[in-house]
């Protein structure tokens, strides 16, 4: 199994272009999540899906557009990119249920420099 | 913000001793997790430990809680030079949102 996969690894994008970054689960996971991780800051959670259909603000959604397409896929689109939206981006997903607290199973980051 | 901190941040030792370190949360959770994360790789999760326990093992690594201060230590014990990576805990408030501390980066000089 793959786990979780990000596409793509590496992004060059100057102020102002848009682009979207790919998740993809196999693991029939039903939550997740989008994080950026800045040198200093550890990680943030931008955007995350507790199921499919639904979508939640984290602690830095400004500048970000999710959209939980299947049960399988969570795209991060930036808009209009911007210098301070440089950094690495993970994606992560987990199984979550009433009697059950799973651990979050990360991609290998999508690293975005915005110029 | 709703992140922790872990502390040290940075953290240097020898082959074979312990390595400790920290994490102070600021909200109640119902959980709290610590990640491993390599150099340009994503998080791999190491342990949980649930807020009404105190004390976790799981090989070398003793995870414990204290509510009451907000805080959690993770020990490794005998480090190995593969132990180097970097080290988060994260938390769990609503059993939907997990918030990562800043992390302690770890050399375990062979």
């Known amino acids: 199994n793959a786990g979780v996969t990000q596409t793509p690894k590496f992004q060059v994008l100057k102020t102002g272009q848009s682009m979207t970054l790919q998740c993809a689960q196999d693991?029939?996971?039903?939550?997740m999540y989008w994080y950026r991780q800045d040198p200093g800051m550890g990680l943030r959670l931008i955007y995350y899906?507790?199921?499919?259909?639904?979508?939640d603000k984290g602690e830095v959604p400004n500048g970000y557009n999710v959209s939980r397409l299947n049960k399988r896929e969570f795209s991060l689109r930036l808009e209009s990119a911007a210098p301070s939206q440089t950094s690495v981006y993970f994606c992560?997903?987990?199984?979550?249920?009433?009697?059950?607290?799973?651990?979050?199973?990360f991609g290998e980051g999508s690293r975005l420099t915005v110029l | 913000s709703q992140q922790g901190e872990e502390d040290p941040q940075a953290l240097s030792i020898q082959e074979g001793e312990n390595a400790t370190m920290n994490c102070s949360y600021k909200?109640?959770?119902?959980?709290l997790q610590w990640y491993r994360q390599n150099s340009g790789r994503g998080l791999v999760h190491l342990i949980l430990?649930?807020?009404?326990?105190r004390e976790k093992h799981s090989g070398r690594l003793r995870v414990t809680l204290d509510t009451s201060k907000k805080s959690s230590s993770l020990l490794i014990t005998a480090s190995r030079a593969a132990d180097t990576a970097s080290y988060f805990c994260?938390?769990?408030?609503?059993?939907?949102?997990?918030?990562f501390g800043t992390g302690t980066s770890l050399t375990v000089i062979p």
């Open positions: 430990i649930r807020s009404n326990e």
């Open positions: 693991m029939n996971h039903n939550s």
């Open positions: 994260a938390t769990d408030a609503t059993g939907n949102q997990f918030y």
């Open positions: 909200t109640s959770i119902n959980n």
């Open positions: 992560a997903s987990r199984l979550q249920g009433a009697l059950r607290t799973g651990e979050l199973f």
């Open positions: 899906s507790a199921s499919e259909g639904t979508t």
